[in-house]
């Protein structure tokens, strides 16, 4: 199947600071990505849509000056927490939408965000 | 009322037990119907996607959509302890949008 990356797999920082998440798709090309967050023992909710070339769609209650999303390219999309606080704490998924493929969405393995 | 409701389990079954998982939904417009696996703090990982009523089969798993009861299963054989994961259900309409179960904890024992 296809294949998306996402880096880093890991990050603490200060409460504060700003945390850069990248998500690429290895193998195809991907019009559209998609961002989520889950909470431990709890399902993704979607944050974000992503397309190639224009603005991101925010979910309702998603601050988009907080969580910066770009898509320069069509197998990168970066999403960035803006003076991330303790409660953002959380999973950080992205998923990427193959172009010859509507509906199947390839989820990449995750970031975990830390906030202290 | 949730859109996808999902009973988020424990559950616990012996190893080579049949595993049923389900999901019902309220929304008609949904047109394709996926289950995803997810490792503990891993990625979900696409297991079955349909887009119609029916059975489809691939291996050991058998996904089933009811759309005149708004209901979804996915049927695991021979269970085996590698199963154990978390599984979504996830379902989709023509937006692309996909909306998620909250995901059934599966735990198979040796």
């Known amino acids: 199947g296809a294949v998306v990356s996402q880096h880093p797999s890991r990050v603490i920082c200060k409460s504060g600071t700003s945390v850069k998440i990248e998500c690429r798709s290895l193998d195809f090309q991907a019009t559209t990505m998609f961002w989520y967050r889950q909470f431990p023992k709890q399902s993704l909710m979607l944050m974000a849509t992503?397309?190639?070339?224009?603005?991101?769609?925010?979910e309702q209650g998603v601050e988009k000056d907080k969580f910066l999303i770009n898509h320069a390219s069509l197998t990168l999309s970066t999403l960035t927490v803006t003076s991330a606080h303790p409660e953002d704490s959380s999973f950080y998924i992205c998923?990427?939408?193959?172009?010859?493929?509507?509906?199947?969405?390839?989820f990449g393995p995750g970031t975990r965000l830390l906030v202290l | 009322q949730k859109e996808v409701e999902q009973d988020p389990g424990p559950l616990s079954v012996p190893e080579g037990a049949i595993v049923s998982l389900n999901c019902t939904y309220s929304?008609?417009?949904?047109?394709?119907f996926m289950w995803y696996r997810q490792y503990s703090r891993k990625g979900p990982e696409l297991l079955m996607y349909t887009y119609s009523s029916g059975n489809k089969e691939d291996g050991r798993f058998t996904a089933q959509v009811d759309k005149s009861s708004k209901y979804i299963s996915l049927f695991i054989r021979d269970s085996q302890p590698s199963d154990s994961a978390t599984y979504l259900c996830?379902?989709?309409?023509?937006?692309?949008?996909?909306?998620f179960g909250q995901g059934t904890e599966l735990s198979v024992k040796p």
């Open positions: 992503s397309n190639e070339g224009s603005k991101a769609t925010y």
């Open positions: 929304n008609s417009a949904f047109q394709y």
């Open positions: 998923s990427a939408r193959d172009g010859g493929n509507q509906e199947t969405q390839y």
């Open positions: 996830a379902m989709g309409d023509q937006g692309g949008k996909l909306i």
